[in-house]
T-cell receptor, first 115, second 110 residues
Framework: NAGVTQTPKFRVLKTGQSMTLLCAQDMNHEYMYWYRQDPGMGLRLIHY???????AKGEVPDGYNVSRLKKQNFLLGLESAAPSQTSVYFC??????????????FGAGSRLTVL | GQQVMQIPQYQHVQEGEDFTTYCNSS?????IQWYKQRPGGHPVFLIQLVKSGEVKKQKRLTFQFGEAKKNSSLHITATQTTDVGTYFC??????????FGKGTKLTVNP
């Protein structure tokens, strides 16, 4: 099984450009998450989804949009990229939020640089 | 909202020394998880603790969950160079979301 796959792995954008990060999981997990990781800041939740067709805001949602049209896919969009969005982005999924089934499986990450 | 504090932020040890990272939550947790992220890699699940006072071991790693279920620790005995990376705790309280600590970055001098 591939687990959680993120594309692209690397991307360089200019300020104001838009892009979409794709996350795909093949574990039939209900929950999917997008995190960003910056030095010294740990993992901060951007948006998450509790099931197909649903999304919710996390800790740092501003400047990002998400969609979950299919259960296995969770897209993260940047409509107008800013240098502050330079970061490493991780997608994760979990079966549920109940103890024992709330373990996160992470993708390999997408490194985004905004010039 | 729920906050999870993790200390220290950095730890440098000589190979063979022990290492401990601590995690404290502002609220009582239903469970806590630990993840390891190797340099350039992604977080990988290590273990989950659910019960008050629980202690679990994985070879040289010992995980503890406090009696009040508000704190946890990860102890590594006799560190090896393969232990390098950042260790994160993640706690789940009343909300359905896991809240991550900022991590402890461990470096090991051979």
């Amino acid at each position: 099984n591939a687990g959680v796959t993120q594309t692209p792995k690397f991307r360089v954008l200019k300020t104001g450009q838009s892009m979409t990060l794709l996350c795909a999981q093949d574990m039939n997990h209900e929950y999917m998450y997008w995190y960003r990781q910056d030095p010294g800041m740990g993992l901060r939740l951007i948006h998450y989804s509790v099931g197909e067709g649903t999304t919710a805001k996390g800790e740092v949602p501003d400047g990002y949009n998400v969609s979950r049209l299919k259960k296995q896919n969770f897209l993260l969009g940047l409509e107008s990229a800013a240098p502050s969005q330079t970061s490493v982005y991780f997608c994760a999924s979990s079966q549920s939020t109940y103890s024992g089934a709330n373990v996160l499986t992470f993708g390999a990450g997408s490194r985004l640089t905004v010039l | 909202g729920q906050q999870v504090m993790q200390i220290p932020q950095y730890q440098h040890v000589q190979e063979g020394e022990d290492f401990t990272t601590y995690c404290n939550s502002s609220t009582t947790l239903s469970n806590i998880q630990w993840y390891k992220q190797r340099p350039g890699g992604h977080p990988v699940f290590l273990i989950q603790l659910v019960k008050s006072g629980e202690v679990k071991k994985q070879k040289r790693l010992t995980f503890q969950f406090g009696e009040a279920k508000k704190n946890s620790s990860l102890h590594i005995t006799a560190t090896q160079t393969t232990d390098v990376g950042t260790y994160f705790c993640a706690g789940q309280g009343g909300s359905e979301k896991l809240v991550f600590g900022k991590g402890t970055k461990l470096t090991v001098n051979p």
